[in-house]
Nanobody, 121 residues
């Protein structure tokens, strides 16, 4: 099973940008589709972006489309999420997760521990 770890979170002002990274270890990363989720306390976890095994397909939630960009580098075993034009509503804990067999990903077999993104107004 692949192990995942997120990095790059932090505090940013509204309108600013952050770049999150999901680093994988343990298995061949190109065997997995990868998704980014976010969660606010008291709310359901929201799938916001996904990328296919080789990176040829991407998908975004309407809430982030046009502002966030997902990309991957299978040589480095990383999937990045570029967060642009951030809003206070983007404040959440962000998670990456993998689905080995499905596109779009829907059944997730590994999760990172999450990383906090806080957007101040």
């Amino acid at each position: 099973q692949v192990q995942l770890k997120e990095s790059g979170g932090g505090l940013v002002q509204a309108g600013g940008s952050l770049r999150l990274s999901c680093a994988a270890s343990g298995r061949t990363f190109s065997d997995y589709c990868v998704a980014w989720f976010r969660q606010v306390p008291g709310k359901e976890r929201e799938l916001i972006a996904a990328i296919s095994w080789g990176g040829g397909n991407t998908d975004y939630a309407d809430s982030v489309k046009g502002r966030f960009i997902i990309s991957r580098d299978n040589n480095k075993n990383t999937v990045d999420l570029q967060l642009n034009s951030l809003k206070p509503d983007d404040t959440a804990t962000y998670y990456c997760a993998t689905d080995r067999f499905r596109w779009p990903p829907s059944q997730f077999d590994a999760w990172g521990q999450g990383i906090q993104v806080t957007v101040s107004s």
